[in-house]
């Protein structure tokens, strides 16, 4: 039974599917994908073309549709919005050391192994034919836009159009080139956020010196360290996070009997950063969404070391990390080190297959109109304008205007600009 309720003037509607978990074994194990329809109350009952929403990642649920904003707001004008919990996920059969106790490490790497876009890819196409849905489109941001280049690849069919946010990969590049070009953009952000706030520089190096002389422990006990303290950089690459990030670093210290400890408020934030916990997809396969018949064998690990400004010593100045997951996490963070076996095995996992048709994108017609951040951390501008120059029928608005998330900060906007961007594009023909 659906179950549908309205939020405002939107009606939802919930679907669950239960589809392949390995789609070359049609009969065998299953999971549970769930997906959220949305449509104007208005239009409940029109005959509206759908766009498929999929989300940035890997590892992370759709967004909840709690009032008609943002880019939703100007999607559901023309559309009936999926929002797809990708498998894994959300309330889809979700992946967690909880949910995964019970199997052994080469049955954990087999099952991770199913979790990269092509399989994402393969359970929008049978979703697709289950709601009877000829062709939609699809809105992708960051790895979502991953997932939508793997869908123009081998289902371009079922597509009338793509709207791509923030996330244009390179079609060949292997991960290391990936990581040598994002530890840049990392420093760049580095340098303007320590220029913007010249005290934040000795707030963070009293506090990693602080975690290099004692055992500090956050709130779940896990013991706390530099190397955790700098992955909250991660957050540098979405606007207004330099301001934010200054107000968490303030309230670091608090005097107890004379002396001074980090403060339990400023542990438990730096507990919630770590997402990584509740969302090990995240930490397993990210690097893994980079691999055609290659391996990661943690490459962004191994190209750290070509960036000695990102290793920290007593007494040298500060400096965060960005998006890169490190094998050191599945010795430190609680919820990831029983995993920690088959993140290894996956690392060295080297036949992944390929992602991306070359020749089916050099020949493509489907509309594809993308927002290309010039400031990106994430994703490479060059390595973007590359793949924009190997993929045809595309139109790239390609700005300064917004960092990484500006989908999130001026959807309604991003989104209307591409839909008139895809709209020039067929009427070009």
């Known amino acids: 039974m659906q179950l549908a309720y309205f939020v405002e003037n939107m009606l939802c509607r919930q679907h669950q599917f239960a589809l392949p978990l390995d789609y070359a074994n049609q009969d065998g194990e299953k999971v549970t994908v769930f997906a959220r329809e949305t449509v104007l109350k208005e239009n409940q009952n029109a005959e509206l073309p759908w766009l498929v929403y999929l989300q940035g990642g890997p590892g992370f649920p759709s967004p909840r549709p709690d009032a008609n904003s943002g880019w939703l707001k100007r999607a559901l004008q023309q559309y009936r919005v999926l929002l ?204 893994a969404i980079y691999c055609q018949n290659s391996a990661s064998q943690w490459s962004a690990h191994r190209i750290r070391s070509e960036y000695p400004q990102c290793q920290h010593e007593l007494g040298k100045d500060f400096c965060f990390t960005g998006e890169m997951v490190y094998p050191w996490m599945f010795d430190q963070l609680e919820t990831l080190k029983p995993l920690k076996a088959a ?14 048709d070359l020749e089916q994108l050099a020949n493509n017609v489907v509309p594809v109109a993308a927002a290309v951040y010039v400031e990106d951390m994430y994703v490479e501008f060059d390595f973007s304008r590359e793949t924009l120059a190997q993929t045809a029928k595309t139109s790239a608005w390609m700005t300064n205007e917004y960092e990484h998330n500006g989908l999130r900060a001026d959807g309604e906007h991003i989104l209307g600009r591409l839909i008139s961007l895809a709209d020039e594009l067929e009427q070009r023909e």
Request: proline share 3%.
């Open 84 to 287: 797809l919990d990708q498998r894994g996920t959300g309330n889809s059969q979700v992946i967690s050391a909880q949910t995964l106790t019970g199997k052994t490490t080469p049955e954990q790497v087999a099952y991770l192994a199913q979790f990269r876009a092509d399989n994402i890819v393969r359970d929008a196409e049978a979703i697709r034919e289950q709601l009877g849905v000829e062709k939609w489109a699809l809105l992708g941001q960051s790895f979502g836009g991953f997932c939508t280049l793997h869908y123009l690849s081998y289902f371009p069919a079922s597509l009338t159009r793509a709207y791509i946010t923030g996330g244009i990969p390179s079609l060949t590049r292997h991960a290391d080139d990936v990581y040598r070009a994002t530890y840049k953009r990392v420093l760049d952000k580095n340098k303007a956020f320590f220029s913007e706030f010249p005290q934040a520089q000795l707030m963070c190096n009293q506090i990693a010196d602080h975690l290099l002389a004692n055992e500090v422990r956050l709130p779940n006990g896990q013991i706390f360290t530099v190397e955790q303290f700098q992955l909250i950089g991660i957050n540098l690459g979405r606007s207004g996070a330099n301001v934010a990030m200054y107000y968490m670093l303030e309230g670091a210290f608090v005097e107890v009997n004379g002396t001074f400890e980090l403060s339990y408020s400023f542990l438990n934030e730096m507990l919630a950063e770590q997402s990584y916990l509740t969302n090990p997809i995240y930490a397993i396969l990210h690097e």
């Open 343 to 356: 993140a290894e095995q996956l690392a060295d996992k080297s036949d992944w297959p390929s992602l991306y």
